[in-house]
């Protein structure tokens, strides 16, 4: 009988609600019966869902961390290069900025015949100096040669990196990040729908923007508060429902304040299930600055939502203007508000819209296909070295 072929995943943390995270995790519970899969993460871990997957070997490295360290991330890539080679791993698929930098050299030193460089978002978009901006670059570009294939999450983040030229010379293709469908078709009562509403204490009538992710610089929520802030100036009915946690939370609160608005925007923390949240809204608001391909996009158009964004990576794989929902450049609160405006003046619009989005995502983002076109590329990959041998 021949043996499961060996694949390790790696990942930085375990983030709550992470679109990283739900790809690796769907892709390895799918797998697990066709793969030995092993799993390398930091120590910051705040799901545990990942150690509940029978046949899932996981090793915690104790020196990755998140932000740069780097007497630490010299000692995680001895770590992973140790990992690597005493497992001697057929093939390794990287995830996240740090896990992927450090993951793909250290398969690189250890020889490993297979290393996929999963590409989730341009990390040297996020706002930041052009000094640091330009090391991001250069640490990409004198590290990517390290792996043999690049899965991005959408067209716009390859575009980018044939922007900067990184990678030029590396097999690609775009895998989008998968979902649960499942779940976005079930039928959601009304009943149910007044009860989560009452949960948070919202209006039966109210109409309810929403903003799910975790609260960042690059999550940028505070663009939404302020085109909120416009938008119930002009609408008394208007709730905002704002989604999640993170170092940006308090300063949002504080510009609520500020605006006035603060007994009409909803705090409700960290979602594990964004089901109801997306059941009971009306309009998604997604003024990220920076994305590998937005899920909370997805989620909303699997959800029946339309959503004004601004232009950001991958946007415009997943939202069709004037068709599903509308787009701006980034920044511009005023072009956010405008179209935020026309669905709030116009509920067959927004239920025109939420139908398209429905339609056009159920066919794309369904995990199952995430998972065979995966499954493909490891079965060519490894039967690539087989066939050497």
Request: net charge neutral; hydrophobic share 40%; charged share 25%.
């Amino acid at each position: 009988m021949n043996r499961r072929r060996k694949v390790l995943h790696t990942m930085t943390w375990l983030a709550p609600g992470g679109g990283a995270d739900r790809n690796v995790y769907l892709t390895m519970k799918e797998m697990r019966k066709a793969y030995d899969l092993h799993l390398v993460v930091g120590h910051e871990i705040h799901r545990r869902d990942f150690f509940e997957l029978e046949g899932i070997t996981i090793h915690v490295c104790p020196y990755l961390d998140r932000e740069i360290h780097p007497w630490r991330d010299f000692l995680s890539l001895i770590w992973f290069f140790r990992l690597i080679r005493r497992e001697r791993y057929d093939l390794v698929h990287t995830h996240e900025t740090k896990a992927s930098l450090i993951g793909r050299v250290a398969a690189w030193m250890a020889r490993c015949p297979h290393i996929i460089y999963g590409l989730h978002g341009v990390a040297f978009n996020d706002p930041m100096s052009k000094l640091k901006r330009a090391f991001y670059i250069g640490l990409e570009k004198g590290t990517i040669g390290c792996a043999h294939h690049i899965v991005s999450v959408g067209e716009d983040t390859l575009n980018e990196y044939r922007k900067h030229q990184i990678g030029c010379h590396i097999p690609k293709q775009v895998v989008y990040s998968g979902i649960d469908v499942e779940r976005y078709k079930q039928h959601i009562s009304e009943a149910d729908k007044c009860a989560w509403r009452q949960q948070w204490g919202i209006a039966p009538d109210a109409i309810v923007l929403v903003n799910i992710g975790r609260f960042s610089v690059a999550k940028a929520q505070h663009y939404t508060i302020r085109a909120f802030a416009k938008l119930r100036a002009q609408n008394a009915n208007l709730r905002l429902l704002l989604v999640g946690e993170g170092p940006e939370k308090e300063v949002c609160k504080q510009l609520c304040q500020e605006l006035g608005i603060a007994k009409d925007v909803i705090f409700a923390g960290f979602c594990e299930d964004v089901v109801p949240v997306y059941a009971i809204s009306d309009i998604h608001m997604l003024t990220s600055l920076r994305e590998g391909l937005p899920s909370v996009a997805v989620e909303a158009s699997l959800s029946r939502v339309p959503t004004v964004a601004f232009e950001v990576e991958g946007i415009y794989e997943i939202v069709t203007p004037d068709k599903t929902g509308y787009v701006v450049g980034q920044g511009d609160v005023d072009a956010l508000v405008d179209c935020a405006q026309k669905l709030l003046d116009d509920a067959e619009k927004r239920q025109l819209f939420g139908q398209e989005a429905f339609g056009w995502a159920i066919e794309r983002w369904d995990h199952r296909v995430m998972v065979r076109d995966l499954n493909v590329l490891y079965q060519d990959m490894l039967k690539e070295s087989h066939e050497k041998t």
